[in-house]
Each structure stands twice: as structure tokens, then as C-alpha cells.
């Protein structure tokens, strides 16, 4: 297993639809190993495929709720449905996320409270989670990922997304080629 680096903002793979995995080969279990390592190290709470610069339509994800109980997965494939969001601005405190593929950085989105996706495991298994809280928002933001959006493309706020322009201009972002590694970058921590 192998921390991979994991793609900046800008980077093609990360702003267009991943592709269907058609068949679980030893590759595909490989990459999925691959990601749970990077993952842990960044440390995130989900990782979808493009993330490490791979256009399929995989993600994990691992969360302990407030009593510590572990929630950890992969889908392949997955399908999503969701309730609509409650209408009004993000609550600044309770609705802030962030993602390894705009490292460091902390905005508020309102996301749907619930959502329920599908797909495959690694042996083929039928994959059900049904969830809300942040597990609905961790699902959601991966989803997205899959469909080529990332969480600050969603931001609606002008100041929001004035600092995003920011960030990417001081930091060279928005352009293809660039990444980070997890345990050694720490650009997350």
C-alpha cells in the first residue's frame, strides 16, 4: 500500500465526470487500499478517485461519531439521493467543510441533511448507506467529486468565492499538474 499525492484544484480529473468502474481487478482493490492509506495520512475523511488523479467513480470513507463508533467504506459506482437542503445561509459553526483537493482551507456550505447512496463493494456486494448528519455531508461532498464539482464550486456567498479566487491565485492553483502528499506536504494539518 502506498500514500499516493493527492491533485490541487485546477487539474482536469477533478472538474469532469469519472467513469463507471466496469470490473473489480486486483488493480482496482489495489487503488482502493491505496486510497484508505492516503486518506488516514492527509488525514481526511473520504477520498474520491480523482482525488488521486484516477477518473473512476470510487470513493472511501471513515468517520467515528461523537460516541466513537467507526464508519468506514468504500462504493463503487455509487448512486446518490438526498432531501433538499433547508433554504437560507450555511450555519458558519456547524456547517463548515473542507476537502484534501483545496488543502487547508474551511468554508460553510448547507448541504441536504440526509441522503442515501448505492453501489458495489469491492466483492460485488450491493452497498446501502442511509445516513444524515455529517455522514450525509461526507457522502454528498464525495458524490461530487465523482461528478466533477468540488465543494467550493458550490459556495453562493460572493465573499466566499472572492477568497477562493484568492487562495487559488496566491497559491498558484487552477492549473493542471499540481498536488500534495500526505506526511510529508501537510498541507492539511
Known amino acids: 500500500m502506498a500514500i499516493l499525492p493527492i491533485v490541487i484544484s485546477g487539474d482536469p480529473v477533478l472538474h469532469r465526470p469519472a467513469s463507471p468502474v466496469t470490473e473489480v481487478t486486483d488493480e482496482i482493490r489495489e487503488l482502493v487500499a491505496d486510497m484508505y492509506v492516503t486518506m488516514d495520512e492527509a488525514p481526511g475523511v473520504g477520498l474520491a478517485a480523482p482525488q488521486i488523479g484516477v477518473g473512476l467513480r470510487i470513493f472511501v470513507y471513515s468517520y467515528e461519531d461523537d460516541e466513537g463508533a467507526p464508519w468506514r467504506g468504500v462504493v463503487i459506482n455509487p448512486e446518490l439521493w438526498m432531501t433538499p437542503p433547508v433554504p437560507g445561509d450555511p450555519d458558519v459553526d456547524e456547517e463548515v467543510e473542507g476537502c484534501l483537493s483545496f488543502p487547508g482551507e474551511r468554508f460553510a456550505l448547507r448541504r441536504s441533511e440526509r441522503s442515501i447512496v448505492t453501489g458495489t463493494d469491492l466483492e460485488g456486494a450491493p452497498v446501502r448507506l442511509e445516513v444524515d448528519g ?21 459556495l453562493t456567498h460572493p465573499d466566499d468565492r ?26 492539511e494539518g
Open 162 to 187: 472572492d477568497e477562493v479566487e484568492e487562495i487559488v491565485k496566491e497559491r498558484g492553483w487552477g492549473k493542471p499538474g499540481l498536488s500534495w502528499r500526505p506526511g510529508v506536504d501537510n498541507l
Open 134 to 154: 455529517w455522514r450525509a455531508r461526507i457522502l454528498q461532498h464525495e458524490f461530487d467529486h465523482l461528478n466533477g464539482t468540488l465543494y467550493v464550486d458550490r
